[in-house]
């Protein structure tokens, strides 16, 4: 960025697309830099693969901004609701609103990549499978 700090960025792990989410505030400026109207573009993004039947949602975090309600919250919910798994590290300031948003459903990984991956692997099986009876109860019912 023109101001000398980092970029945020995030990235469809599907398409390898990047989508800048900062705003610079200028010179010596101490305030969030993220963009919401760019943050807001990112989950409609997000949104469409979700439509589309991803198997497993990866975020960056579970924030300040998902903990008031807004950010990404509307498209966690959306995952959650969908049965995605979502795999997301929650800042220990914020894990009480995590676990409640959760809803019980929340699992605490250890920080272990290879068992993360088993995680993630395992979640998006289920998924399938649970996508693949859904459909065959639907064949049943026409």
Do not use: Y
Not at 33 to 38: A, E, K, N, S, T
Not at 87 to 115: K, S, Y
């Amino acid at each position: 960025m023109a101001d000398g700090r980092n970029e945020m960025l995030l990235e469809n792990l599907g398409t390898g697309r990047l989508i800048s989410i900062s705003q610079n505030l200028g010179c010596g400026a101490e305030g969030c830099r993220l963009d919401p109207g760019r943050l807001a573009q990112a989950a409609a993004l997000v949104d469409a693969s979700l439509k589309e039947g991803i198997d497993v949602l990866l975020l960056n975090r579970f924030g300040r901004a998902e903990m008031l309600g807004g950010g990404l919250f509307d498209m966690l919910a959306t995952a959650a609701a969908s049965g995605v798994p979502v795999i997301t590290p929650v800042n220990r300031d914020h894990f009480e609103q995590w676990q409640a948003f959760a809803d019980g459903h929340a699992v605490v990984l250890p920080l272990d990549a290879e068992a993360i991956a088993r995680w993630c692997v395992e979640a998006a099986s289920r998924l399938k499978i649970a996508r693949a009876e859904s459909l065959e109860a639907a064949r049943h019912v026409s």
